[in-house]
Structures are given as structure tokens and as C-alpha cells.
């Protein structure tokens, strides 16, 4: 094993080190904690960049890599496997949480103590789950991942926070419950919980097991919707995320993403090895739950008084449509669903930051001032406009404007960003998979995607214009929100990273087709696994 | 014992429900206790019930499952109850917390007006 193959646990050890020395440190040390923190973030940031340009590598050897822990075989310990769906994570992951701490640097992470190692612990999390082929690890995990997210959700304390942060607590608890029924059902009929190795089993096992089997695979299914946000199992989210501060809320946009990459990865697995159905969900499920989520976050976006609650719900809005994308089925849809995720994911978390900087200078009564405006119309302002001639908007209103614009248009899919190209992909796809493809016409469930996609773009339009309105062109009498350079220059990264998702869409949507393409052939997935040698029983056999 | 078992995990799993869906915070956690034991015997009986086996290996005994009860469900359950232990832990800190900020044990944080 190379030092090359060594790399794959990196993006575990990495934060789980810093973390843990971070603890070790006084916390008064607040300089040497976050320079740990930031070394540990750029450092992910570099593995994970080498993992994906390995991962895209003609040979099929380097693009589908196995790590055995403890060298044990995959039949009986732990496999961690990069292929390119988890190097793509791995990055958006690392991505994203530089420009979170980033962001935090500059006076959120002194809002509360253990800021920096909760963050460490959550990339720890979100990085084990991405990498594990083992479902009862990535139970574990998940665990890590919703322990330091506990945490952080509470970071900056405060009533609004407590208050969400008990139910989502509440909640992802009871869905916890549901991971280690779901798990111990498959364990008791299919006797692995090695992803792979599950796999192989499915075609032989018994039809009375297969039941059972399809019951836990159901159960499991439905925890990872919890995690997803999906209708009606994601009411905690738009609360939780406009109460919890901002880098944090950035950093849990990829959250949700989490257990759609789950329903994705044991879609793929399970899929291919029963024959062409998907195991986890009943045909069609997947995506009445998509479009249901999308509807009900649409409606949520438009009764949004508060620009926090708006994010959250963009939130929503990209769960489902990747839900209903994946449940309609299809390479085209599926590498389609991947653009959208990383372009939506990071629109998102730009949206989270930019919206606190907007908020920062605002009082209570100014909220009350603009509904009030709203309802009773704006006339008597009108009355002293001669006065204010001359006066502009200012620089730095005019900057975050701007940035607010692009947003709009991001989360909306309105053209030129990156955000149209994700929509049009999705939509051509749809199109072209049943008219160019020998369907001849488009399935009814076609047509709804379509629908309901544009209708959840205009409900994003309108909602987002509103409160842009109410931000940027009411006149209040407020003062200027005072915003350091290095908050800016983490919305900037992010948007940054969108345009050139813009620039670059060719090579982008080349990966990601290629990648699920890769999705669409559970077997190499299983035979890399499989095939890796290592200690155990296996060997001892083979030696005379 | 199969029956015995299985009345105490849904009678475990019932009233965890139950309390579960209350309005008082202390009847959540106490809910959310009763589950995770649910839960725990349940992945315990997934690895088949056997009276007299050992999950340990003996050499005088054949390696297989016959003779052996499945030590695997029994790791399982081990991770499960410390997880669940230290999120019940967890759980318990930001209800007490809840309860000093807004005065109130109920899960909004605000008495439903009558």
C-alpha cells in the first residue's frame, strides 16, 4: 500500500487530530486554536483535491480505491472506499467549510467556547459517512456528525436556538432509533452490513427473508429522508437553520446532502444486484416525496417574513428537487441531480452568509416597520422624497446588493449562473431521455418534475425579490451593518466557485456523468471490495 | 422466551412512542430512554436467540455458528448503548438549558394558551 492509498483516511484523521488537540489547548488560546482549525480545513481541502484528480483516472483501478482498516478483509472489518461520487463530497465538504471558517473568523467563533473543535468534529462526521462502506459505521458516523452538529447548532446560545435545536435533537434521535432497526433487520436476514457483500446477497437470499430484508432496507430509507429533509420529515429545518448562526448554518447546508448521498450510494448498490428495481423505496415513491417537498418548501419560501427562514427553504427546495430527480431514475437524471447538488449546495450556503451580513445592521422594529409598509402601502413615505435627493445607496450596501443578486439568481436557475445550467440540465434531460431516447412521449411524471421545477423557480423569484426589496431599496433609517473584509471574501469564494461552475460547466457535467454512470454499475463497486485482500479467515484458509 | 422477549421490546417500543409525542420535556427524554432500549434488545434478537451459547471462541469447539451465539449483534448493541447514553447526556443539558431560558418544560418553549 502506497502512501498515495494511505490518503484515503486522511479526511477522518485530519479533524479528528485537530480537534482533539484543540481540546487539549486552553481555551483562552483562542489564536493557536483557529490557526489549528484553519490548518486542518486547507489540509482537507488538499487531500481531497488529490483524491478526486485520482479518482478521475482512466484506469479503473485508481478511480475505485478500498481501504481496509486494520488490514482485516472486508468480510470481516471496516472499508472506507473512495470512488469519484465520494471524492466529489469529500471536496464540496472541505469547500465549504473553509469558507465557513472563514467567515467565522471574523466574530462568530467567539460567540461561544469549543466552536472550533465541534466544527472539526462535524467535518470528521460528515467526511466518515461519505468514505465508510460499512452501514453500521456509517450509523456511527452519523452519530459523530449530529453530536458536534448538536453543538454547533447551539453555538451563540439564546432562546431561538435552544428552542430548535430540542427538537431537532428530538428528531434526529427517534430517526437514530430508526438507522439501528433498519440496520439490525438487515444484519438478521441478510447476516452483513458490509455494503458491498450486501450487494451479493441480495439475488441469493431466501424469498421469507426477502421480506424482512425489503422491510429494513424501507426503515433505513426513511431515516435517511429524515436526514434529507424530505415532506413531511423535514419541518425542523427551515426553524433550526434561521436560528442557528451563520457559519454554521453554511456549513449544514451539506447536511442534507448527506443522506441523499446515502439514498444514492445504497440505491446504487442495491439496485444493480436486484435487477434493475431500486430497494430502498416502492417504484415512485422517491419521487412523489420529491415533489411533495418541493411544493410544500415553495409555499414555505412565499410566506417567509424572514430572510433566514427563506434560506432554510432553499434548503428544502434543493432536497427535493434531487429526490424527485433520482426518483424518476436515469444516468442523464442522476449526473444531471450531481450538478445540481454541488451548484445548489454552494448557492446555498453563500445565501446563509450573505443573509446575516444583510441582517446585521437591523433591529426588531425595522422587521415590524416593513410589514407594516407592506400592508398599509408605502404612501406617506413617498411625502419627504425631495429631501433625500442625493443620497445613494451606500458602498457597502450597494456590495452585498450585488452579491444578493447573484444569489437570487442562483437559487432561482435564472440565467447566466450556474444555477440555470443545473435546472436546464435536469429539464433537457428530461426531455430527451423519453423523446430522443425511443419513449416517444414524455411520462406524466415528466411533465410534473418539469412543472413543478419552474413553478418552485418562480416561487424562489418572487419570494427572493421581496425580501431583496425590503433589504435593499425601502428606505429605513438603520445603521450600516460593519462587516469585515474576510466575511465578504467567504460569500465572495463561494459565489467565486459558482461562476466557475459556469465557466467550466463541460468538464463538470463530463464528471459528473461519468460518475453516474459509475452509480449505474453497482458490480465494480462490489467487486473492488471484495476483492481486496487482507487479513482474516479467507487468508488463513488459502495457506496450507 | 421468544414471546417474552418480543412483548417487552413492543410494550418498550410503545410507551417510548407514547412519550415520545407528550408535550412535556422530561415525558420526551423518558420516551426517548424506552425507545433506544427498544431498539437495543431488538438488534440483541436479530442475532437469534440461543440459550447456553457462548459469543466466545473456544478451540475445542468447531468456529461456526451452530455452536456459538452471534457475537456481531452483540458488538452492535454495545456502540448502540453508548451512543444513546451520550445523546440522552446531551439531550438532558439542552432541556435543562431550555427550561432556564424560557421558564417552561414544554417543547415549544410556550404554554399553549387554553
Avoid at chain 1, 482533539?20 to 488560546?29: A, I, V, Y
Avoid at chain 1, 451593518?481 to 467550466?504: D, K, N, S, W, Y
Avoid at chain 2, 434478537?45 to 451465539?69: E, F, I, K, Q
Amino acid at each position: 500500500m502506497t502512501f498515495a492509498d494511505q490518503l484515503i483516511i486522511a479526511p477522518i484523521l485530519i479533524p479528528l487530530l485537530a480537534g482533539g488537540l484543540m481540546l487539549l489547548l486552553d481555551g483562552r488560546r483562542r489564536e493557536a486554536i483557529a490557526a489549528i482549525g484553519i490548518l486542518s480545513t486547507l489540509a482537507l481541502l488538499a487531500v481531497a483535491i488529490v483524491l478526486l484528480v485520482t479518482s478521475m483516472e482512466e484506469d479503473p483501478a485508481r478511480t475505485l480505491r478500498v481501504y481496509l482498516l486494520g488490514n482485516w478483509s472486508a468480510s470481516f472489518g471496516i472499508v472506507l472506499v473512495v470512488d469519484r461520487l465520494a471524492a466529489l463530497m469529500l471536496l464540496l465538504t472541505a469547500t465549504l467549510g473553509c469558507a465557513a471558517l472563514l467567515f467565522a473568523l471574523a466574530s462568530w467563533h467567539r460567540a461561544g467556547s469549543y466552536f472550533h473543535p465541534l466544527f472539526q468534529f462535524l467535518l470528521m462526521g460528515l467526511n466518515g459517512a461519505f468514505l465508510t462502506g460499512d452501514l453500521f459505521n456509517l450509523f456511527v458516523f452519523f452519530e459523530v456528525l449530529l453530536a458536534a452538529s448538536y453543538g454547533l447548532a447551539l453555538h451563540g446560545s439564546g432562546r431561538a436556538r435552544v428552542s430548535a435545536s430540542l427538537h431537532y435533537i428530538v428528531i434526529n434521535l427517534a430517526a437514530s432509533t430508526l438507522i439501528l432497526i433498519g440496520v439490525s433487520l438487515i444484519y438478521g436476514t441478510a447476516g452483513t452490513l458490509n455494503m458491498a457483500a450486501l450487494g451479493e446477497r441480495i439475488p441469493v437470499l431466501d424469498p421469507s427473508e426477502r421480506r424482512l430484508f425489503d422491510i429494513g432496507t424501507s426503515i433505513l430509507g426513511i431515516a435517511f429522508l429524515v436526514k434529507a429533509a424530505a415532506w413531511p420529515l423535514g419541518f425542523w429545518l427551515p426553524t433550526l437553520y434561521a436560528a442557528a448562526s451563520a457559519p454554521v448554518a453554511a456549513l449544514f447546508a451539506i447536511m442534507t446532502k448527506v443522506g441523499f448521498y446515502v439514498i444514492l450510494r445504497l440505491g446504487s448498490i442495491t439496485t444493480e444486484a436486484s435487477g434493475g428495481e431500486t430497494m430502498l423505496f416502492a417504484e415512485g415513491w422517491l419521487f412523489t416525496i420529491g415533489i411533495a417537498t418541493m411544493c410544500f418548501a415553495a409555499i414555505g419560501m412565499l410566506s417567509s417574513q424572514d430572510m433566514g427562514r427563506l434560506a432554510g427553504y432553499n434548503v428544502l427546495v434543493s432536497s427535493g428537487t434531487m429526490l424527485a430527480a433520482i426518483g424518476l431514475g436515469g444516468t442523464g437524471m442522476t449526473s444531471a441531480a450531481l450538478f445540481y447538488l454541488v451548484s445548489s449546495t454552494l448557492t446555498v450556503a453563500a445565501f446563509f452568509l450573505l443573509v446575516e451580513l444583510v441582517e446585521r445592521g437591523r433591529t426588531p422594529a425595522d422587521d415590524v416597520l416593513a410589514v407594516t409598509l407592506e400592508a398599509y402601502g408605502a404612501e406617506e413615505e413617498e411625502v419627504d422624497e425631495e429631501n433625500e435627493v442625493g443620497i445613494a445607496i451606500p458602498a457597502i450596501m450597494a456590495v452585498l446588493g450585488v452579491a444578493f443578486l447573484a444569489c437570487a439568481l442562483l437559487l432561482a436557475g435564472l440565467p447566466p449562473l450556474s444555477g440555470f445550467i443545473a435546472k436546464f440540465a435536469l429539464i433537457s434531460n428530461l426531455l430527451e431521455q423519453h423523446w430522443l431516447g425511443g419513449g416517444g412521449i414524455v411520462s406524466v411524471q415528466g411533465w410534473i418534475l418539469l412543472f413543478v421545477i419552474l413553478i418552485s423557480g418562480l416561487a424562489t423569484v418572487v419570494a427572493v425579490t421581496r425580501a431583496g426589496m425590503r433589504s435593499f431599496w425601502t428606505f429605513t433609517e438603520r445603521e450600516l451593518p460593519t462587516i469585515r473584509g474576510v466575511e465578504l471574501g467567504a460569500v465572495a469564494l463561494l459565489l467565486f466557485l459558482c461562476v466557475a461552475l459556469t465557466v467550466q460547466a463541460g468538464p463538470v457535467m463530463r464528471f459528473m456523468q461519468v460518475t453516474a454512470h459509475g452509480l449505474e454499475l453497482g458490480r465494480p463497486y462490489i467487486g473492488a471490495v471484495q476483492s481486496q485482500p487482507g487479513n482474516g479467515l479467507r487468508q488463513k484458509e488459502r495457506t496450507p | 422466551m421468544e414471546l417474552v422477549i418480543s412483548i417487552t421490546i413492543g410494550v418498550l417500543a410503545g410507551s417510548g412512542i407514547w412519550l415520545l409525542l407528550r408535550p412535556r420535556t422530561f415525558q420526551v427524554i423518558i420516551g426517548l430512554s424506552l425507545l433506544s432500549y427498544a431498539v437495543n434488545l431488538f438488534i440483541f434478537g436479530m442475532g437469534r436467540l440461543r440459550v447456553g451459547a457462548p459469543p466466545v471462541l473456544d478451540s475445542s469447539v468447531p468456529g461456526t455458528l451452530a455452536h456459538y451465539a452471534d457475537p456481531l449483534p452483540q458488538a452492535l448493541v454495545l456502540t448502540a448503548i453508548v451512543i444513546s447514553f451520550a445523546m440522552t447526556a446531551l439531550f438532558l443539558v439542552v432541556l435543562l438549558a431550555a427550561r432556564g431560558l424560557s421558564g417552561s418544560d414544554h417543547v415549544d418553549s410556550v404554554e399553549r394558551s387554553q
